[in-house]
């Protein structure tokens, strides 16, 4: 008998309702296959499916001869370390952090902010710990031995034994030439962020792959600081290339987007016409992007998808499931096309 996939979803929904509203702290016993049936007036064998895939999640568990049993509620903690060097105001980085807590919340789970002084005093080696921002060498090698499950959204080469899920740093840099590439631009400048920065590297990394593959292109790299003061003074070099290379069709893809507005200011004070007689591509899609003008385009993070990455993984980790110490997840990040890209 053919079950339709909707009225399957519809069942589950309500039964997992049931669930919730009946779990407690020891197993509890749920109704039979049969009175399920007559509650969701369906068959046995819809009531039957639904179940395996209850049990299969782990929220329900069945015992021969027993039947079947709600799995009991589960302490779900999680720590949450956030790097000094981050920044309260960071907006992409203030938008991440509510979005997160907000969906670990509704999942049930308790958040323990800590410093490096408690990781010192931490016993429970069990409990995952969540990396938010760049921490350093030393730190790292302390928090490994401290914890069983470190979970950071940045990218860690040197250390082995970090869960990392992050967006893919390296296809942003090529991403960002190849989009200029495509539209005829034929001298390309990166500004790009300090190398300690394992995003700016990566993202200067993809960016010179993707140039230097390309016949008759004029590329450039131009270090600076991550934020709005370095995009505003580098814009005097920018200045001096734009001014000698009147023939040229000038990219620039700037390290954040702090930089690229930065810049942008720097340019219109000059002006120079942002989106008609160059281009400029930043990263990151914060608040401020869509309302600089002229708009920025730029690359946004798929949040929500690391988001549910980093809820899966400590889903699993709660129910025991085997975990790879190393694993790495690499989310795509979108070019979001603005009024700074000329065609």
């Excluded at 296959?33 to 395996?52: D, G, H, P, W, Y």
């Excluded at 005829?184 to 995003?199: D, W």
């Excluded at 990151?284 to 002229?294: G, R, S, T």
Aim: glycine share 4%; charged share 30%.
């Amino acid at each position: 008998m053919k079950i339709s996939p909707l009225i399957k979803e519809k069942i589950k929904e309500e039964l997992l309702k049931i669930i919730e509203k009946n779990r407690k702290e020891d197993y509890v016993k749920l109704s039979s296959e049969r009175e399920l049936a007559q509650t969701f007036n369906v068959s046995r064998t819809t009531i039957r499916s639904v179940m395996k895939e209850l049990i299969e999640e782990g929220i329900i568990v069945q015992f021969q001869g027993k039947g079947t049993y709600i799995v009991p509620k589960k302490e779900k903690h999680v720590y949450v370390l956030n790097s000094p060097d981050l920044k309260t105001e960071d907006p992409f980085y203030s938008k991440f952090f509510v979005a997160l807590t907000n969906r670990l919340t509704e999942r049930g789970f308790s958040l323990n902010f800590i410093s490096m002084d408690k990781v010192i005093k931490n016993r429970n080696r069990d409990i995952p710990l969540l990396l938010v921002g760049l921490i350093n060498d030393e730190s790292i090698e302390k928090l490994k031995e401290k914890f069983q499950y470190l979970i950071s959204i940045e990218q860690y080469f040197n250390h082995d034994k970090i869960i990392q899920i992050s967006v893919d740093d390296y296809k942003i840099g090529w991403s960002a030439a190849e989009a200029f590439i495509k539209r005829k631009h034929n001298y390309i400048i990166h500004l790009c962020g300090p190398e300690r920065y394992t995003a700016a590297r990566l993202r200067k990394l993809g960016f010179l792959d993707r140039v230097k593959i390309e016949e008759g292109i004029k590329y450039e790299i131009i270090e600076g600081k991550m934020n709005y003061k370095s995009g505003y003074e580098l814009g005097e070099k920018i200045l001096d290339i734009f001014n000698n290379e009147r023939k040229s069709k000038i990219g620039i893809f700037a390290a954040n987007d702090w930089m690229a507005i930065g810049l942008i200011q720097r340019l219109k004070e000059s002006g120079i016409l942002v989106g008609k007689e160059l281009s400029i591509i930043g990263c990151d899609d914060i608040p401020l992007a869509k309302e600089v003008v002229p708009n920025l385009t730029t690359f946004k993070w798929d949040v929500e998808k690391i988001i549910s990455e980093i809820i899966e993984l400590l889903d699993d980790i709660i129910n025991k499931k085997k975990i790879i110490s190393n694993k790495r997840v690499l989310v795509s990040a979108k070019l979001i096309i603005r009024e700074t890209l000329m065609n």
